[in-house]
């Protein structure tokens, strides 16, 4: 979300005259777009900002602005605590940078962190920071309002609103002509989309329908579903259209129904497993990956065994897992104990990293011998002589370059992988 929000931000700029700039040193402006999900974010972007700060020795013209939610957090404290920063301005405020980038100029301080209740920048065409050409972030809505106890983002980012379905389509379109062979339509609650205009309504599952009929040789992706709006007949559309990838990243965050319920997840166990059983009916093969928290607030070791099983159960192909970390704020923060040791929350953690490494590695074991088809996105890492690419799971595929090019799709058999790549060879 933060990737698409700076693109948004450098159109906006490059509107007023700016021009984006390779490196921090040659910058005369400076934005950190910043995130506070985790303490450690949080940390890392005052590191940055120490950082920037030795570069005002040399050009002492250096505007450093912090913007994102670490910026609506904290507000005017952050100015009060990092004495090099001469802007905040909140995820909802961008369109009025370069106003306060003249402010700026005057020698005063700016801070613009208002929320919207309307605010989506649709028209906004965004500046692709990612040079690959391939793949881009189409932005449909934002906010959330579904107050997560662990989270911060509805106190950061606002109400929930969607973005009118003209403008996105019309993204698409431009995306797929200029070259582009996928998108992946973004939101923090991104299947509880739902928009009416001149007195029609639109569902997520509608919206994904009409962004696929853009053209079958764009791959549609979307991020991030909440396991309450996942609808059969969202899985469905899914299934029914072949440039729908068939990877859903669903966050369970635990597996315990008495840790959910203290999250606010509005969803149990039971529900979990019930959308899991229709995704494999609808969608077979389908990827599924999740987020997952150790140590949230009075987790026993009993709860953190029926997340082990639930990982069990799913047989995930990917997550991402973390410590719990209290936001300030938050239901959690105001309301709960962070009472699980640290020491407990890291063993608890790498029990589950350890797992999910086993997961990882059994589900693309069983790709082996497969066929997929595969975009190519670019050089892999390690060799020029080798492509990089995804199949549809959202797994990466590697394979020798032969005659391809990035923005080609090909058949590749799979003949050996790592727990994280797929390897093979062109069919
Ligand atoms: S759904 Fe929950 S975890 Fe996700 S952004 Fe909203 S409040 Fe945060």
């Known amino acids: 979300m933060n990737f698409s929000d700076s693109e948004i931000v450098a159109s906006l700029m490059q509107d007023e005259g700016y021009e984006i700039s390779g490196e921090s040193k040659d910058a005369d402006v400076v934005l950190v777009n910043t995130c506070s999900i985790r303490d450690n974010a949080e ?61 700026v100029e005057e020698g005063q301080k700016a801070i ?60 698409a379109r431009d995306l797929f002509e200029n070259g582009y062979r996928e998108v992946t339509l973004l939101g923090q609650n991104v299947n509880s989309y739902f928009r009416e205009d001149d007195g029609k309504q639109t569902s997520f599952y509608e919206l994904l329908e009409q962004v696929a009929a853009v053209s079958p040789q764009l791959r549609v992706r979307f991020a991030t579903s909440h396991p ?24 369970v965050q635990s597996g315990s129904n008495n840790i959910l319920s203290l999250m606010k997840r509005k969803y149990t166990r039971e529900w979990y497993l019930d959308r899991i059983a229709a995704i494999r009916k ?54 709960l104990d962070d009472d699980v040791p640290e020491s407990v929350k890291s063993e608890r953690l790498q029990e589950i990293i350890d797992l999910q490494q086993q997961l990882s590695h059994a589900s693309n074991k069983r790709d082996i011998g497969k066929t997929f088809e595969v975009l190519a996105e670019g050089f892999s890492k390690k060799s020029a002589d080798f492509l990089m690419g995804r199949n549809s799971q959202n797994k990466v595929v590697v394979f020798p370059k032969g005659n391809y090019n990035k923005g080609d799709y090909l058949n590749v058999k799979i003949n050996d992988c790592t727990p994280a790549t797929l390897i093979g060879t062109a069919t």
Do not use: W
């Open 112 to 171: 613009n962190v208002i929320l919207s209740t309307k605010e989506t920048y649709s028209d906004i065409t965004p500046v692709r920071l990612d040079k690959n050409g391939v793949t881009a972030f189409i932005s449909i809505m934002r906010g959330c309002e579904n107050f997560c106890a662990y989270c911060v983002v509805p106190f950061t980012r606002g109400k929930e609103r969607s973005r009118d379905v003209k403008t996105i389509i019309q993204e």
């Open 282 to 335: 609808y969608i077979p093969g389908c990827a599924i990956s999740t987020d997952i928290i150790a140590g949230f607030c009075t987790e026993k070791d009993e709860d953190h065994r029926d997340t082990i099983s639930l990982m069990n159960r799913v047989g995930y192909d990917y997550a991402f897992m973390f410590k719990y970390s209290e936001r300030p704020g938050t239901i959690a923060q105001k309301k």
């Open 43 to 103: 940390q890392r972007v005052r590191k940055r900002l120490r950082e920037l700060k030795a570069l005002k020795k040399n050009n002492p013209f250096l505007k450093i602005g912090v913007i994102g939610c670490m910026a609506e957090r904290l507000k005017e404290q952050l100015l009060e605590e990092e004495q090099s920063v001469d802007l905040i301005v909140g995820p909802d405020a961008y369109r009025d940078l370069p106003a306060l980038l003249d402010k």
């Open 228 to 251: 309450k709006d996942i609808s059969d007949e969202l899985l469905k559309a899914i299934g029914k259209h072949h440039n729908i990838c068939n990877a859903i990243h669903l966050p």
